[in-house]
């Protein structure tokens, strides 16, 4: 994990926002600094917020991970 290397991070999701604010939570255990935010990467507007988000916590250095939970059909 990024955050047991030191990292800071910012962590981006469109619809997992409950999943992405726990994995902050073990981060900030680790003793980084991590935030949550909810971002639509194809939206403009929530990338810049992303970078923002980053920004406030010091200098960027991307990593990027893509996961996707499928949930079955109702």
Same mark, same amino acid.
């Given at each position: 994990m990024l955050a047991r290397a030191g990292h800071d991070l910012v962590?981006?999701? =469109?619809?997992a926002t409950g999943q992405a604010e726990s994995v902050a939570e073990q981060a900030? %255990?680790?003793?980084?600094?991590a935030v949550?935010? =909810?971002a639509d990467v194809t939206s403009?507007?929530?990338?810049?917020g992303l970078f923002? %988000?980053?920004a406030e916590l010091?200098?960027?250095?991307p990593a990027g991970q893509q996961r996707r939970v499928d949930r079955p059909h109702r």
């Open positions: 962590l981006g999701s =469109r619809s900030r %255990a680790e003793g980084v600094r949550a935010v =909810r403009e507007s929530d990338v810049d923002a %988000a980053a010091g200098q960027v250095t």
